[in-house]
C-alpha cells in the first residue's frame, strides 16, 4: 500500500492506493464516529458492498446503504432526494459517515448528499471505477446534473479519505478501463509531459490490466491532482487546468442527454477537439495535437464528437462554469503537459474547430 | 449607519444597519463583479424589487431577478429547482451575485441556491423581515425543508455582506414583527441577561415599532450573533445555544406542515417549553422560566404547542440535527443568559414537559 496526502491544512486527508484495501478495517475506523451510510449503485453493489459493510461494522458503525441506479441519469434532483430521504430514514446523525463505493457518478452524488445532508458530514470516498481513481475521487469536487448541463449543482466537500483498492479495477467493463485512461491522458496532456511519454510506451499494458502499470497510472494521477488541489482548491486559478477537455466534453455529454457516451468518452474527444484549437490558435504545434489525438486513438476512445448545429454547441459551451463575464475561457496547450487558460479565444476559431471535430 | 463586522478571517463580512440603506450603490458596488440575480418572493416584490434592482444596476451589475412564493413552503425541492433554472437561463456566472431579498424564507433558499449553484457563487443578504434582520441574515446557515423536518438539506455558506434596512421594518405586517421578536428574547434568554432586562423594559416600544428600541434591538443581536459565528461557525460548540427553543420549534412546524406556524411562533412555544424543561431538569429556578413565559406572553407570541401524540414528539425531536450518537440534545437554560447544551436529559421529564406545553 502506498499513501499520499492531499494538503489542505486541518482539512488534509490520506489517498491509500494499493490491492484489497476495501477489506481493511484499519484504513476505516479512524473515521468511524457512529453510524455510516454506503452509497453504491446497482452494479457495484452485487460485487464489493458487503465486503465494504463488514470492514465498516468491524470498524465498530452501525451501517445503512442506499443502492442507486447505474451511469450518469442518477446524478440528478430526484436520486439526491430519495438518498437524502434514506439518510434520514436511517437516522444517520450529523456524527454520521457517507461512504461513496462506485466510480464518478456514485463519488460525485454521494459527496454532493454529504455537503448538503443536515449542512454536511463526513465522506469516504472508496472508488472502483479506474476513472474515479485517478480523478473523481479526489479533489472534493462533488455535484449532480442539470437539464441545462452537466455537474451545475454542487458543492466543494473535501473527503476524510480516499481507500482506492486497485484491484477493484480486475472487474471494470473493458469500456469503463478506457474511459478512465482518458482522464490519466488528461493529466499527463494539461500537467505532465513525462506522464504522456510514459502513457505512449505503455497504453497497451494499461489496456491490458497490467497490475503496475494500473497502479502507476493511479499514482501518478493523484500525485498530480493532490498537488494542483493543494494549491488551489475551489477553482481560482490553476485547478481549471484540470478541465482540460472538459468544456467540450460537457457540451457533449449534455447534447447527448448523459447516458450514450461516457465521461472519459467525451473528455477524449473533448481533448482532441481542445488540442486541434489550440493548434488553430497557432500556440500548439500540429504535431503535438496529433501525438493527443494518436493516444486517445490508440486507448480506444473516441477522437470526434456528435454531429450538432453551431448554434447548439455556442449555446452548451456557454453554460461552462469556468465562464467569467460572460466569455468563455478555454483550456488550451501550448505543448504536451503545459495546459493554460485562454479568454480571448476568437469565436471563428471554435467554430472551425468544432466543425472539425464533428463526425 | 452602524456596520459591523463578522469576523471570519479572509470570509469576514460587514453588518451594515439603517434606515434607507436598500438604495445605497455604494454598499452593493463593492459585490459586484458581473451579473446579480435578486430572489425575493411575492409579497416583497412590489414593496422593494424595483429599488434593490435600481441599487444594483447602479453599481453597474447585469439584474436578473426571481420571485417565489410566500412562506416556509417555497423552502423545498420544487422551488430550490425552480431558482436554479431561472439561475441558468439568465447565464448567471460563477462570478454572479446572488441577492437575497427579504426574510429568512428567502434567504435561506438564496442563500443555498448561491451555496450549490455551480458550485458556489458570492451572495448578499438584504433582509426584510425583523427575524431575518436579529438572526437568520447573519452566520451562514442556508437551507431548505425535507417533508421530515426542517433544514435537514443545507450548507453553510457565509454572505459577503448584508445590508439591514429598518425602515423595512414598516411594512411588516404585526404578526410577522411579533416572530421577530421571538429571535430578539432568544438571544437574551440564550447569551445576554442585559438584553433580556432591556427587552422586559421596551417590549410595548418594539411592539409600537419605535424606529430607536428596533436598531437597539437589531444591533445588539447581530453582536451577540457575530460573536458567536465568529468562534464557532460550523457549530461544533457553543453556536448550538442559538438553537435555544429550536428543537420543540422545528418539531411544531414540522409536525404542522411548515405554514400554519410562524418560525419565529414556533421558537416562542419552543422556548417557553425549553425553560420548563430546564425548570424540571432542576437546573433553572421556576421564576427565571416565569420571566421567559410572561415575555412571551406579553410579546404577543403563544406559549403552548399544539397536541400531538407523545410518540409522534419522540419522533420529531430524535431528528434534530444537534443529536449525537444517537442521542439528542437539549439547549436549556441555567439562568437568563445563561443557555448550555446538555445531552443526557432524562426522556420522561421530556415527556412531561410536552404534556406540561401542549394546549
Known amino acids: 500500500m502506498e499513501s499520499l496526502s492531499v494538503a489542505l491544512g486541518s482539512r488534509s486527508y490520506p489517498i491509500h492506493i494499493g490491492a484489497g484495501l476495501i477489506d481493511q478495517r484499519a484504513l476505516y475506523a479512524p473515521h468511524v464516529r457512529g453510524s455510516a451510510a454506503i452509497i453504491t449503485n446497482e ?8 465486503r465494504v459493510r463488514s470492514a465498516l461494522e468491524g470498524s465498530g458503525a452501525r451501517v445503512a446503504q442506499v443502492v442507486v441506479g447505474d451511469g450518469e441519469q442518477a446524478k440528478g434532483w430526484g436520486t439526491l ?18 461512504v461513496a463505493l462506485g466510480g464518478g457518478v456514485v463519488g460525485d452524488l454521494a459527496g454532493f448528499a454529504a455537503a448538503v445532508y443536515q449542512r454536511g458530514v463526513a465522506f469516504l470516498q472508496v472508488p472502483t471505477t479506474l476513472l474515479a481513481q485517478v480523478d473523481s475521487s479526489v479533489g472534493g469536487k ?7 448541463g452537466k455537474n451545475l449543482i454542487g458543492a466543494f466537500h473535501q473527503p476524510c479519505a480516499v481507500i482506492t483498492d486497485v484491484a477493484t479495477l480486475d472487474t471494470l467493463p473493458d469500456r469503463e478501463l478506457r474511459a478512465g485512461l482518458a482522464e490519466v491522458i488528461k493529466h499527463g496532456a494539461a500537467l505532465d509531459a513525462p506522464l504522456f511519454d510514459w502513457l505512449e510506451r505503455n497504453i497497451e499494458k494499461l489496456l491490458a490490466r497490467d497490475r503496475g502499470a494500473l497502479m502507476y497510472a493511479v499514482r501518478r494521477s493523484c500525485e498530480l491532482k493532490a498537488a494542483v488541489v493543494s494549491q488551489d482548491e475551489r477553482e481560482a486559478g490553476m485547478r481549471a487546468l484540470l478541465n482540460f477537455g472538459h468544456t467540450f466534453g460537457h457540451a457533449i455529454e449534455t447534447a447527448t442527454g448523459f447516458g450514450p457516451w461516457l465521461h472519459g468518452e467525451a473528455v477524449a474527444a473533448g481533448m482532441v477537439m481542445a488540442a486541434g484549437l489550440s ?3 497557432g500556440i500548439l504545434a500540429a504535431r503535438d495535437a496529433q501525438r493527443i489525438e494518436a493516444l486517445v486513438t490508440r486507448a480506444g476512445l473516441p477522437t470526434r464528437a456528435p454531429k450538432l448545429a453551431p448554434e447548439r454547441w455556442r449555446e452548451l ?3 461552462d462554469k469556468k465562464s467569467a463575464g460572460g466569455r468563455v475561457r478555454f483550456v488550451l496547450l501550448e505543448g504536451v503537459g503545459r495546459a493554460k487558460v485562454e479568454a480571448g479565444v476568437d ?3 471554435v ?6 471535430a464533428a463526425q
Request: no cysteine; charged share 25%.
Open 43 to 50: 452494479v457495484v453493489a452485487p460485487l464489493y458492498l458487503t
Open 81 to 98: 432526494d430519495r438518498v437524502i430521504d434514506a439518510l434520514l430514514a436511517a437516522r444517520l446523525g450529523r456524527d454520521g459517515l457517507i
Open 142 to 148: 462533488t455535484a449532480i446534473n442539470h437539464a441545462r
Open 279 to 281: 493548434a488553430r490558435a
Open 317 to 319: 459551451i456557454a453554460l
Open 347 to 349: 469565436e471563428r476559431l
Open 351 to 356: 467554430d472551425e474547430a468544432i466543425a472539425a
